[in-house]
């Protein structure tokens, strides 16, 4: 189960002279129940690998198959709605995701079309609003009424009302102030960890989601030039540079600790209060050891 | 919806057609929409394809992207084809069927009309395709410059026409990836009767007009903060230049005119 | 704080598009500097509000020199993006007195002002006003009444300056994100102002774009040539410019060094940031009994090699 990508080749405008291709014979394996960071430059194809997940854009060329679903290139289509019901996409701007007159609308929208009667879909919908942190008082607003953060948790809200297996969200945290994308993220995190959803998010800021992320899949020109955990993404750290990407500070501070103390193999710590802590750790077995040196000695 | 729509994008090739004044071409488009509807027999219909065939091959475009710029437009020629057929009688008799019957006449009459219009179609994307959007406006400006004096600003005008050939693809874009958002809610398009397919293209109304004032509020204030005034005073970079080859393309496309009238009188 | 300006001109990081800022300074500039030793803005008690009664921008009083390089920090709707547009006369201040570059803004005076004011904003696809770069560059200065050949040149220039000369011709839409906010800087330069405001520009840029733009900001800055405001949330930027002014609400509630602020956690709140990585190891470790090393002391005590790498990292910014 899970998401597999096999000689998946995707090309915009296929047959006029302006084609473009966006993604060139992509292999991917992406877990279940994990959360995987996408990342790369802009134009990498991040954007259009997503849409392929649900059925928005088919492939060119070879096929994608996500849960149970199987979608060839050149092939008719199986229906979608179940799919598009079990992989929820998030779109950048919760502005082009917001259409309805209220968030109640919004928010009922999804059941709805996938068949849900009116009190399942309002009783989702509750559920979807706590847990993205949103009051209940803004259930009769226009969605445009809401703040930058609000707008942003209502549209992640809007699709996890379809109570779907696999949340696929692009650049959640773009535009909004630091101290909410670091919250965005925590919760995200929680939805994969304690309720068992996949969590796929593309992002151009590795450094924030690194703590969180079981998995990474590093895009570039079309193909993912990196898949794999975070240890794997340590050691392959000095390349992200030719994708475009800075190296995160907590990997350079890692690497730094690594050769200081010769450290072989270790899952990473990579979140500050982390890395300090093994730091300590290291250090404190150090004077041991010197200390035990100096009683020999002695 | 962009993937599909080939028309009013630039292809630039580089070619001689690409370097003409817009008004040449602007008014050589005049001249061959004239030329289209006085085309009213075989001949001349003919001669007035292989004449755009030669012209398209000067732009260093591709024939098949000009078919594939009518492409779109498959359905509407079919209509016209059958409406035809089954509206003019006359000549022999080709097909019958019970009471109804096939003309020669008809099917003429229907070859033309589509014949006519694939040409009209592929010249203006000929247009379109060697001219930019803002050159394209240019051009028009300085057609309308005459009608100052009637009460027309030309430069409000092209003002308006500039902005709108600037966002209209990025709106269509917004609008598209709020429908691949409605779809992945479970409202696909392409599945929904024709009565849900309306409302929810009114559902985009909302968030596309928002956008639509968002982003002309953004582009008010990048206008006015770079000191633009409308009626101010300005230069132009690339000011417009008539040239004795604008004046050939032009005589070229009255002789095909007149060519297309004679022909239609003997 | 002058850790930019002290750099040594040799010791600028290799970015791709570099071109040199330093050589356009001229001797004309400098002796403009000298003749006029006003700031370059000056806000005095200004107050507006978007509906005339409650008040967005509240008594409002700021002085910002020539030359200078400050960010504008503070939550999403304290009013930063209502007082910079105050600064251009996009909107008009209620009561209060505004001068830039030594001329006071009335409705008189709103032409030569915009002249003297850059600014680029935050979405890089809406303030794109031409079809394609080249006539994007060529709007303003089409606006300021100059010849074909003297646009001719400067956009050649500014494009270069910028590394956007190989797409002069494109349209926006083929360009990246970051592509279009050096041509929406391109377009700006060309028209050369003294002050240069940036509503959130790099904010809706990738990471790498973000830093080849606070590296452009860098020679900007260094050249001398122009005063920078920007708004921004990007802890990087904050640090590496001079000064930091904190709205909340209306109203400026402080302006100081951007090491002060990091090391205020209540206006850090206020501004809805987090510490920089850097910044937020060294407390952690401090947490854990080691100090960060005292300012002026690079040296240290190497007892511990790594604790010390980290220890420096943490407020060394130029890294």
Redesign the interface.
Known sequence: MGIQLEHVSYT??A????RQTALRDVELDLAEGALTGIAG???SGKSTLL?LL?G?LLPTEGSVKVLDVRLNAGEKLP???PL??RV??V?Q?P???????TLEEDLV??PL??GASPEEAAASARKALEAMGLEESLLGRHP?QL???QRRKAAIA??LA?EPDILVLDEPG??L????R?ELIRLLHRLCKEEGKTVIIVT????ELLPYADRWIIMHDGRPVFQGAARGLVDTAAKLPDY???VP??IR?WH??ET??GLQAEEPCLS??A???R??Q??EA?ARKELNLCVKSC | MR?KL?IG?L?DTGSQVHRLDPRAKLTAMLLYAAAVVAARSWPALLSLAAFSIAVMALTR??LG?YL?AAKPLRILMLFILIVQCLAVKGGSVLLAAGSWHLDSAGLEAGMHAVLRMALLVCFTALLTFTTSPGRLNQGLEGMLRPFARCGISPERLSLMTGIALRFIPAILD?AQ??M?????????LK?LPWKEKARMLT??L??VT??AFRRAEDLTASMESRGYRLGAPRTQYRPLSWSLKDTCFVAVFVLICLEVVWVGFY | MNRVKTRPPNGRSAVGNQVNFTAAGGKEHVAARMAEQTDMVLLDNVSFAYDGQHEDIKNVCLAIGRGEWVTLAG???CGKSTLIRLMNGLLRARCGCISIGGVRLESGTVGVIRQKVGMVF?NPDNQFIGATVEEDMAFGLEGMCLGAEEIGSRITRYAMRLGISGLLHRHPQEL???QKQRAALAAILAMEPELIILDEAS??L????R?EMLELLREMHREERYTLLSIT?D?EEIAASQRVLVMDRGRLTADLAPRELFRNGDLL?L????LP??L??A???E??G?PPVPEGDPAGTAA????E??RK?AFNWSM
């Open positions: 915009y405008d047959r006029s002279p302006l430059s802009s134009g849409q649900n928005i229906k979608l709605a598009r019901k929820g996409l779109f701007f502005e082009q995701q917001l259409f309805a007159r929208f999804g079309n996938f445009l703040s930058g953060g809007s699709v379809m773009a535009t102030d630091q101290v909410s670091t151009h800021r590795l450094d475009g990407l800075s500070l907590s501070c730094e600790l200081a103390y500050p209060a890395l300090a802590e730091a300590m290291l250090m150090d | 993937e080939l994008r292809i475009i591709p992207t594939k917004e990836t709020i691949k958002a409605q779809a992945s809610r479970g409202a696909d599945e559902a985009l909302v968030p928002v956008s | 939550a999403n709707g935050q990246s994100g970051g904010s809706m990738d990471e790498k774009a830093g949330h802890a709140r501004c809805r940031m987090e990585f850097r937020q190891l407390q952690e470790l947490k854990r080691i511990y090699p790594v604790t790498v980290m990292w």
